[in-house]
């Protein structure tokens, strides 16, 4: 189903085709736009009542494709270490596991897909990173580590929330 808000999330692939051109000032505000257009696509479809199963995996995935993408290029240039970057998708290694689990036990079909507390921080996190690498500034190591703890948060939020939804 195709609606304003999926629309808002597809936009963040080709914005992240802008990190491409090796410009901070252009990279800067395909970040700002992919930051905006996440945080008010749910917003609109919940809004217009247009949610979706496909808009609930959709927007996900477009941050993960931005986010990837743009530190794929990073990492070409030298600007992220390959150890920072894969710090940085540790919460989609949980999240791919968290899946595996569902289509192993047969549960992916029941599933009631919505976004969790700790992805939205981390995604905000990883955003705030992508800024601050643009611009020129070096990250903290402890930083990257972060990443990790959010991704084994996100998998317990997500365990949780399974086992809340079970006994429903």
């Not at 189903?1 to 629309?7: E, Q």
């Not at 390959?82 to 919460?91: G, K, N, P, T």
């Not at 507390?117 to 995604?123: A, L, V």
Request: glycine residues 6%; positive net charge; aromatic residues 16%.
């Amino acid at each position: 189903m195709f609606s304003l808000s999926n629309s808002l999330s597809l936009l963040r692939a080709p914005l992240a085709l802008v990190f491409l051109i090796e410009s901070p000032i252009l990279r800067m505000m395909a970040i700002l736009l992919a930051m905006i257009t996440d945080s008010i696509d749910g917003y609109l479809a919940r809004r217009s009542k247009t949610t979706s199963r496909f808009g609930a995996v959709l927007d996900p995935a477009m941050d993960k494709f931005f986010v990837f993408f743009a530190l794929g290029v990073l990492f070409m240039e030298g600007k992220v270490e390959i150890w920072e970057a894969l710090m940085m998708v540790s919460r989609d290694f949980a999240l791919c596991l968290f899946g595996l689990y569902l289509s192993l036990s047969g549960l992916w079909q029941t599933y009631q897909f919505r976004s969790i507390r700790w992805g939205k921080i981390t995604t905000a996190l990883q955003f705030f990173v992508l800024v601050w690498i643009t611009i020129g500034h070096s990250i903290p190591g402890y930083l990257y580590y972060s990443f990790v703890v959010f991704a084994l948060l996100g998998l317990y939020e997500l365990f949780q929330f399974k086992k809340l939804s079970s006994q429903a």
